[in-house]
């Protein structure tokens, strides 16, 4: 009697050692986790750089659309987004997509430029750009502010103008202010335009 609680307590420290080793994994079992051979880079940017070239610009050639609005107006479009992005600082870094766009409603005929992200620095009127085609004298050109309000958005006064020059030039360079940025050019490879 006096070996059976003995006994019992060997028989529950040998059960609890082999409970241990089955419950370890064996060399048999372990799988290799998957890992990227190459791991991501930090996106470091000089902060003298304007822009850059980056995949997520995509096709820099002119895009038509043509649809029905809400009022039942048809609209065109005519669009091309710059081959660099747009480098800001905080809050707006990561990169910026320009795009240049050309739109008739009706008699209505705009031209604005939209950026992804940023604000352009501007009144409601009288916002000023230097605008150079083909390496050609750069002119001073007015922009307005978008009617609901939008900071990333500008439309082109001299509207006319533009469209003319546009037709014929391949290359637009845009000399631009961004509200806490500084100037910023934006280029537009324009050839081929036909409206």
């Not at 241990?20 to 998957?34: A, F, L, Y």
């Not at 980056?54 to 091309?80: C, F, H, L, M, P």
């Not at 014929?168 to 050019?185: E, K, N, P, S, Y």
């Amino acid at each position: 009697m006096r070996f059976l609680p003995y006994v019992l307590s060997l028989t529950l420290i040998w059960g609890c050692s082999t409970k241990e080793k089955t419950s370890q994994p064996t060399m048999t079992d372990q799988r290799p986790t998957k890992t990227d051979p190459t791991p991501p880079q930090p996106h470091t940017t000089s902060p003298i750089a304007a822009h850059q070239t980056d995949s997520r610009v995509g096709n820099s050639t002119w895009q038509y659309s043509k649809r029905v609005d809400n009022e039942g107006r048809t609209v065109y479009k005519a669009s091309i987004t710059s081959p660099t992005l747009l480098e800001f600082d905080f809050p707006y870094n990561g990169g910026s997509l320009a795009t240049l766009t050309i739109r008739k409603r009706d008699t209505d005929t705009h031209v604005y430029i939209q950026v992804s992200k940023g604000q352009f620095n501007r009144s409601f009127q009288e916002g000023k750009a230097r605008v150079r085609f083909d390496g050609h004298a750069p002119f001073t050109y007015t922009f307005s502010a978008a009617e609901n309000g939008s900071a990333n958005v500008i439309f082109f006064d001299s509207e006319k103008a533009l469209i003319k020059q546009l037709k014929t030039a391949r290359t637009m360079l845009i000399d631009v202010d961004f509200a806490g940025q500084g100037t910023r050019q934006i280029e537009f490879r324009t050839a081929g335009l036909k409206w």
